[in-house]
């Protein structure tokens, strides 16, 4: 309570990032001391999703591989109707996936409007590991997908289908707050090593225009990592965290000695005190992780939450916010 009091009689001022005078390359590995990892942290309540990834973190498997299968657990979920299988569809009735990855030694793959493939977050990854390419879409993704032994599927269930033709008898395109922007997961962990990596994957806003994309495949918007600081991931209305370059700046600012809390929530009065910002009718929220291991969240409005997984203990965390 005091310190959403606090946010909201502060000045909301941006800060200026600057570049040391003395700025030089530093080549020497970084000497900082992990003391809280293994750990795992992931958008809204995904505790399936970050237990996968800690089983793997405990068994001392990298970060990269506890983020892909992590994920995976929520794109083959066909509960969860913004990822993978069971996604909403776009206006017309077709599911479209978009997917990113980041790892430690700051490579990242992503994938766009990918349809009928359900683990988007492994065509990204292959992405990255087999394609001389960053970002692959559409029809030429799919391609690949097959390429690699995938097989077709059916992304659109019963029950997703059943909600777009309601939503069909008035077509009215308004999403609504922590329910047709919900669920997308992002996900950042630290292995045994100290290395950070990040995923996000999402059937991106029901409802959407065809061929539209958010921010969630965007490196830099829907995920950022510098092994050196850490990493963030955004969820909620993805046209307003590309605006701002959403998880890079997060990033950045840990980067200038804010720790992950005050990170996300400076990164979400970004979005906030634009003029003519029309915050109370969108919802964006921000997970991040610093090299040490610590946390935090931030979402404009309630209804958000993290869960993480360190020490044996998965933990759903009802995110700080901003407007009430
Ligand atoms: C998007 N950011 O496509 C995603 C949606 C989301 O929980 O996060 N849903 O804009």
Not at 172 to 183: A, F, M, S, T, V
Not at 211 to 221: A, K, L, N, Y
Not at 239 to 248: D, I, L, M, N, Q
Request: neutral net charge; aromatic residues 8%; glycine residues 10%.
């Amino acid at each position: 309570m005091e310190r959403r009091g606090f946010i909201k009689k502060s000045s909301l001022l941006g800060i200026s990032i600057g570049i040391p005078s003395s700025f030089s390359l530093n080549l020497k590995e970084p000497k900082t001391v992990i003391k809280n990892s293994p750990v795992v942290i992931a958008t809204w309540d995904v505790k399936n999703a970050t237990k996968k990834a800690w089983d793997f973190l405990k068994n001392g498997e990298s970060s990269l591989d506890a983020i892909e299968q992590g994920c995976m657990i929520e794109e083959a979920d066909e509960n969860n109707q913004s990822v993978g299988k069971g996604g909403l569809p776009d206006s017309d009735g077709n599911v479209t996936l978009d997917a990113c990855i980041m790892d430690s030694i700051g490579n990242c793959g992503s994938v766009v409007f990918l349809k009928n493939i359900t683990h988007a977050i492994s065509i990204a990854r292959k992405i990255m590991e087999d394609t001389p390419h960053v970002m692959l879409a559409g029809e030429g993704a799919e391609s690949f997908a097959y390429s690699l032994g995938y097989e077709k599927e059916n992304l659109l269930t019963e029950k997703s289908k059943t909600n777009w033709l309601e939503w069909k008898k008035t077509s009215k395109y308004k999403p609504i707050i922590n329910i047709e922007n919900h669920d997308t997961i992002g996900m950042l962990a630290i292995d045994k090593n100290g290395d950070i990596a990040g995923g996000c994957t999402t059937s991106g806003l029901a409802y959407k225009m065809s061929g539209r994309v958010g921010d969630s495949p965007i490196i830099g918007s829907g995920l950022f990592i510098d092994n050196e600081v850490g990493g963030a991931v955004a969820t909620g209305l993805g046209e307003e965290v590309v605006k701002t370059v959403g998880s890079f700046l997060v990033v950045e600012l840990m980067k200038n000695g804010y720790s992950p809390q005050k990170a996300c929530e400076e990164a979400i009065k970004r979005i906030v005190s634009k003029k003519n910002s029309n915050y109370k009718d969108f919802q964006v929220a921000y997970i991040a992780i610093n090299k040490k291991g610590e946390t935090g969240s931030y979402s404009i409005h309630k209804g958000f939450s993290m869960t993480k997984y360190n020490n044996d203990t998965n933990q759903n965390y009802e995110s700080d916010y901003f407007n009430n």
